[in-house]
Each structure stands twice: as C-alpha cells, then as structure tokens.
C-alpha cells in the first residue's frame, strides 16, 4: 500500500505542481459526473413518474391552459436533468488547458537548464522535458474521459426531455 503512494508522489513530483491542479479539476470534474448519474438512475424517475400521474390525474388536458402547464412541467424536467452539465462542460474544457498550463511551465525549466548548462545536455533537460509531457497527457485523459461522459449525459437529458413530451400528450377533442 506504501508503495502506491510512493508511486503516486513521485508521478506528481515528476510532472511538477500543476499536476495536482489538473488532479484536483479531473476529481470534481468527475464528482459533478457521478452525481448526475445518480441523479438520472436514482432520483430522475421518482420525480418524472410523480409528474406523470399528476398530468394524467388531469382533467383537463387540451386547453391552452392546459398545453402551458405541460410546457412548464417538460421545462421543469428539462431544467433539474440538465443541472450542472454547463459545469462538467467547462470543466472538460478547462483540462486540456491546464495541460498546456503545464508544457510551457516545463519548458521553460528546459530552457534555463540550457541557459544554466549552456548547452542541450540531454540528461539534464529530461526532468523538465517529463514536466512538459506529463500535466499534457493528465489532461488530455481528464478531458476525453469528461468528454464522453457528458455527451451521454447530455443526449440522456434529451431523450429524456424528448420521451416526456411524447407521454405529456394533450387530448384532442
């Protein structure tokens, strides 16, 4: 179990500080993810049943009064389902920028070793070279990972938004 750790500090140690802050995004990035989730698994369907039986316990369902309370609840739904993926999505965007946050800051230890050096001394340009690629590739696996989970998110909330529309259905006279 030390071990893990020990592997850990030193992969952080390598890739330099901004690594833990790529850690820290892809962490609530992917806590924003779960939640959601959980709320499409879990929550979502007691809710949207509740307001089925309430449509259906409707009497009147094909005033305009009527097409407006549909409306709103479709909204409602719509508006708690999509709750928080503006978040996930900036948090997507954010990773690979921070990635690039980390390559130049690498680079630039590269170039004062060459400064330092006076010469491109492959040995001692290693350290900050790994510096450079490491935060890259953190964020990178942050960002496609955050990316395919909130377009499922995302197309899950349509559909969804899209299949309560079709049970809301108005009665025509």
């Known amino acids: 179990m030390v071990g893990i750790f020990e592997a850990i500090r030193d992969f952080i140690e390598t890739g330099g500080g901004v690594l833990l802050v790529i850690g820290f995004l892809i962490f609530c990035m992917w806590i924003l993810i779960l939640e959601r989730v959980f709320y499409v698994f879990v929550t979502h369907k007691a809710y949207r049943d509740a307001l089925l039986a309430n449509w259906r316990a409707r009497a009147d369902r094909s005033s305009w009064n009527a097409e407006q309370i ?6 409602r739904v719509s508006l708690r389902i999509n709750s928080g993926l503006p978040i996930i999505q900036a948090l997507v965007a954010l990773c690979p920028l ?10 630039i230890e590269v170039f004062e070793v060459m400064a330092i050096s006076g010469s491109g001394n492959a040995r001692s340009m290693a350290s900050g070279v790994s510096k450079a690629t490491i935060p890259t590739m953190a964020g990178m696996v ?3 990972s955050g990316v395919f989970a909130s377009t499922w998110l995302a197309r899950k909330a349509r559909r969804e938004r899209l299949h309560l529309e079709d049970a809301l259905e108005l009665k025509r006279h």
């Open 142 to 144: 942050g960002a496609l």
């Open 98 to 107: 921070l990635g690039l946050m980390g390559t130049v800051t690498g680079m």
């Open 70 to 75: 549909r409306q709103a609840m479709i909204s």
